[in-house]
């Protein structure tokens, strides 16, 4: 045990000496998070709109009223001409802009309906698509109430079915377990496969495994260190996502920390599974960049909802690790579950770990030969 | 040069076969080493040196034959010899991002010594060496020839029966090999077994015996002295040469 204890404070000696790594090791979780979380946000909030009024009556006043008390719009133009319009939209003083016809609430009652005009700014093309269909949805509301159309079939105006996937329009919500799995699986994996085929590099290995230390102390050595780490990196995106981006946390704490511990020990087992295979740092780090990174963010329903997938993807991705935890931590953390719903994803997760760590074992006696 | 103290058998290898499916690495080996006995082991690159050198470290199982070391047989009471041996090679001169204390703190306690006998112990190898001064300075900042000579005094911090040392002073001044030698000559003075690969054949010459292996087989097996004599060669360069070259 004094052996392991001795091993153990070795490993950590060199994690925390080789700053320029520990300083990636922490700061890429926040970096990670506040990037997701700001810049590939997919939420609209206060988008800057200007109103081209031809007409200047009741309704389309009411109509601009909904726009900006939806909290998605915010106007900070009203034009007389339309070349007032085009000058504010080419500067970006406006993303988009909204111009009612003359008569607007007379042609409204009539059954042709009344032409409502969105002209966005199309060069950020996400964003003005966005935008169209926030503003279709809230003017076409506002159309059925108006008119008493409960069918909702006299305006049939199609709003994009992307909107499907993330109705509350929150994209950080969707995005903290997705960061949290990447996270966890490239500090885990990558870092213990490297700092094994390190030593394997060096020649120091040979030197541990004439010692009489034995091959699952050596092991446990390397990686003891990283579950710390690791637990360290998932409290901080925890805390940013709950703090800055209001995440909810509806769940048990207890259960979240066993998931992640698991998560954090299928990692650890799968790194360990790459340095028996990998021979220099090198290789270790690139088959952990495509064989963990990639799957991950593509295939376990992180960025692409696994329900739009063709569904050999998504077979594919029921081998995914990731995607099991990213699905019960979101059902802990949103939905309040309990173990009694997580559990079949705990299962899995410890089933990968141990199908891990055999193969493992197998392999680092293999290569002693 | 220096004979061995005692005629004591700590190493014992009994026709040895190693084989990678077809191809035999290690070819039927057969020899003994004295206790303090400074024993050299020669040969090309890839006449089966680090095969036999692994399989004695029990780093490896024999395909065939019987090896004892330090009384323990390398196959089935590996645990025991690994307890029993210290182990140096060119590759690796301990951790850079250590300093020279905590090299040696982590290696003495990795093969048990108790925190006391290591500071006892590391103060006068330091001080023996003279790098007492420098022991709390990063490995990496030392030139190559003192990570070598700390990483032998290192390798028999436990008082080994047997230091293996493979390749030690490859890539260092003579001067250092010099001295290098010296602190072999001071262990096997204590009564700890050397077994050493060399590429270097001026120390070949320093050895008591030494073993020229070529092609998995041991050729020769000799005091340098008897060598030079039976092949009427001037240096044990030509005895190799002799040897290893293909007929």
Known sequence: MKQLWVFIKKESKHIFRDSRTLGVLFLMPLAQILIFGYVISTEIKDARIGVYNKANDYTSHQVTERLISSGYFKVV????????????????????????????????QSSDGAPLQLVADASEANTAQMLVNYAQGIVNRYGWEKTGDIDQTTLPIQIDVRMFYNPS??????????????ILILVSAMMTSISIT??????????????????WQIIVGKVAPYVL????????????????????MNGSWLLLGFINLIYILLSLSLGIFISTVANSQMVAMFISLFALMLPTILLSGFIYPIENMPDPLQWLSLLMPPRWYIQSVKDVMFKGAGFFVVWKELLIMISFLSAFMILSVKNFKIRLE | MRKAESSMDVIKVDKLVKKFGDFTANDHLSFQVKKGE??????????????????????????????????FDVEHQ?????????????KFS?????????NIRLFGAIYGLSAGLIRERSERMLKNLGLYEQRNRLIGNLSLGWKQKLAFSVAILHRPQIVFLDEPTSGVDPVTR??????????????????????????????????????????ALETPRKLKKQFDCETMNEVFLKLTRPH
């Open chain 2, 178 to 219: 010099r001295q290098f030698w010296e602190l072999i000559y001071q262990a096997a003075a204590e009564g700890i077994t050397v077994f050493i690969t060399t590429h270097y054949l001026d120390e070949a010459e320093y050895c008591d015996r030494v073993t020229i292996m070529a092609d998995g087989k041991i050729e």
């Open chain 2, 38 to 71: 400074i024993f050299g082991f020669l040969g090309a690159n890839g006449a089966g040196k680090t095969t036999a050198i692994k399989i004695l470290c029990g780093l490896s199982a024999p395909t065939e034959g019987r090896v004892e070391v330090a009384g």
């Open chain 1, 77 to 108: 133009a009203y034009f007389s001409n339309k070349a007032e319009m085009e000058t504010s939209l080419r500067r970006g003083n406006i993303q988009m802009a909204v111009v009612f016809p003359g008569d607007f609430g007379n042609l409204m």
């Open chain 1, 169 to 182: 329009l929150k994209g950080v919500f969707m995005s903290v377990p997705g960061i949290m799995a990447m």
């Open chain 2, 94 to 102: 301990l951790y850079e991002d250590l300093t020279v204390f905590e």
């Open chain 1, 229 to 248: 780490l690791s637990f360290v990196n998932a409290a901080t995106i925890l805390l940013v996502g709950i703090l800055i981006f209001e995440v909810p």
């Open chain 2, 78 to 90: 590996t645990e025991k010899v690994k307890k029993s041996i210290g182990y140096m090679s060119q």
């Open chain 1, 198 to 215: 390190r030593e394997k590099e060096f020649g120091s290995m040979e030197v541990l495994l004439i010692s009489p230390l034995k091959p």
